[in-house]
């Protein structure tokens, strides 16, 4: 399931059918997206994802202090990402080529 919103002097700037898209109120998407969130419920999805996520970022702020490479920590429940940089002060991007190294290294912390 999803929305477009927005102010409305922005949604009026696109001529119809131009924010439409080819799933909207398709019925079998309508109870497809209804029977994942009642497995979202029945299973206690959110709850899980929350307490998992708790734990991961806790192990993940710890990085932030501990290694020069990590430079921030976002997210919520477990949609969590991390900004692998060269320099913490400047908050520089971590070059690609290194990139591996440093993600491997995190993942034995």
Not at 14 to 28: C, D, K, R, W, Y
Not at 51 to 80: A, C, H, P, T
Request: charged share 25%; glycine share 6%; aromatic share 4%.
């Amino acid at each position: 399931m999803s929305a477009i919103v927005g102010r409305k002097e922005i949604m009026n700037c696109l001529e119809a059918p131009a924010h439409l898209f080819t799933t909207g109120a398709n019925p079998v998407s309508c109870e497809a997206a209804l029977a994942t969130i009642q497995m979202i419920e029945d299973q206690s999805l959110l709850q899980a994802s929350a307490e998992k996520g708790e734990y991961v970022r806790k192990r993940m702020d710890q990085w932030v202090s501990k290694y020069n490479s990590v430079g921030d920590v976002r997210g919520k429940g477990l949609s969590i990402g991390i900004d692998i940089v060269s320099d913490k002060k400047l908050k520089n991007v971590m070059p690609v080529r290194h990139l591996k190294f440093v993600i491997t290294a995190l993942s034995m912390a």
